[in-house]
């Protein structure tokens, strides 16, 4: 079945540095989604891609998704304390399939 | 307007009882899905239903079982309760079906099972 790799599982960076989190899938998806989760909380929704190739930005938030649509990215430019949270991607092939995620702290 | 509501927020139960989680989503919000979080496993797709159909499901056992009312409020049934099946426990609604849209989530039912 459809399988959702995420890496790296934890990225430990200094405020100011950049942070990059990056799925990938088994399967060919029909879009992917990607949320963030705050420690205690639950996720929030941050952007879904569904074109080949896709890019979007949302501010210091750059997403991508793969010209084969089977990975994507998730890159932060400069990052904040507030940042700060576990960042999940979500592939759906008619079922939704989480990564691992991965767990940013930010030192300040 | 006001966000998904998950009910109970925590709850014990022994080995071998069942339990029965209610969601209700945003209005106007037609599919709710179900999800699992755990340490271990992570976020792991239970199922969802769009108009009180179930509309697709993750791979998860029979003792799994999950419901729609005509006002999309959502209830999700574990039967036989396992050590295992101790977790978080999330609904999300969403106004489209097919898990295509955005997704908003609850605060989730935190189940313990002793």
């Known amino acids: 079945g459809q399988q959702v790799m995420q890496i790296p599982q934890y990225q430990h960076v200094q405020e100011g540095e950049d942070f990059t989190t990056y799925c990938n899938s088994s399967?060919?998806?029909?879009?992917i989604q990607w949320y963030k989760q705050r420690p205690g909380g639950h996720p929030v929704f941050l952007i879904q891609?569904?074109?080949?190739?896709e890019v979007k930005k949302q501010k210091r938030l750059t997403f991508q998704f793969g010209e084969a649509k089977k990975n994507s990215s998730l890159h932060i430019t400069a990052t904040q304390t507030t940042d700060v949270g576990t960042y999940f991607c979500a592939g759906n092939n008619n079922d939704m399939r989480f990564g691992a995620g991965t767990r940013l702290t930010v030192k300040p | 307007k006001a966000g998904v509501t998950q009910t109970p927020r925590y709850l014990i139960k022994t080995r071998g009882q069942q339990v029965t989680l209610s969601c209700s989503p945003i209005s106007g919000h037609r599919s709710v899905s179900w999800y699992q979080q755990t340490p271990g496993q992570g976020l792991q797709f239970l199922f969802e239903?769009?108009?009180?159909?179930?509309?697709n499901k993750g791979n998860f056992p029979g003792r799994f079982s999950g419901r729609q009312f005509s006002n999309s409020r959502s209830e999700m049934n574990v039967s036989t309760l396992e050590l295992g099946d101790s977790a978080l426990y999330l609904c999300?609604?969403?106004?489209?079906?097919?898990?295509?849209?955005?997704?908003?989530f609850g605060e989730g039912s935190r189940l313990t099972v002793l």
């Open positions: 239903y769009f108009s009180e159909t179930q509309r």
């Open positions: 891609l569904v074109k080949s190739g």
């Open positions: 999300a609604s969403s106004f489209l079906a097919g898990l295509t849209g955005e997704l908003f």
């Open positions: 399967t060919t998806l029909s879009n």
